[in-house]
């Protein structure tokens, strides 16, 4: 069982830039992908980001790609997520969320089973 902590959130000017962490606590040896998910007022659970513990693969949602970039450090045991040109819409509850041990598919949020409690990201002039 994983445990996981974000940080980071706050609010933001439209193209602005924020940097989220995820701590993870109880960490088996296993491989498993690591994964950003947001979730909007009124909205589902949509995902963001993702990246393999152990070889670092990046995935990301058509919509982020190229303004946000997630990283692992295997040493610290943290994930981050760079949010870049953030926009209005963009303005969510983040979560960090750890994956099934060989789940084949890191962008659906049915194959992780480890969630923090969520850091809010506020995108507003």
């Known amino acids: 069982q994983v445990q996981l902590t974000e940080s980071g959130g706050g609010l933001v000017q439209p193209g602005g830039s924020l940097r989220l962490s995820c701590a993870i606590a109880?960490?088996?040896?296993?491989?498993?992908?690591m994964g950003w998910f947001r979730e909007a007022p009124g909205k589902e659970r949509e995902f963001v980001a993702a990246?393999?513990?152990?070889?670092?693969?990046?995935y990301y949602a058509d919509s982020v790609e190229g303004r946000f970039t997630i990283s692992r450090d295997k040493i610290k045991n943290m994930v981050f997520l760079q949010l870049g040109d953030l926009k209005p819409e963009e303005t969510a509850v983040y979560y960090c969320?750890?994956?099934?041990?060989?789940?084949?598919?890191?962008?659906?949020?049915?194959?992780?089973?480890?969630w923090g409690q969520g850091t809010r990201v506020t995108v507003s002039s």
């Open positions: 990246v393999g513990w152990h070889g670092g693969t990046t």
């Open positions: 109880e960490h088996t040896p296993d491989r498993f992908f």
């Open positions: 969320a750890a994956s099934r041990p060989n789940s084949p598919h890191p962008t659906q949020w049915t194959e992780y089973d480890s």
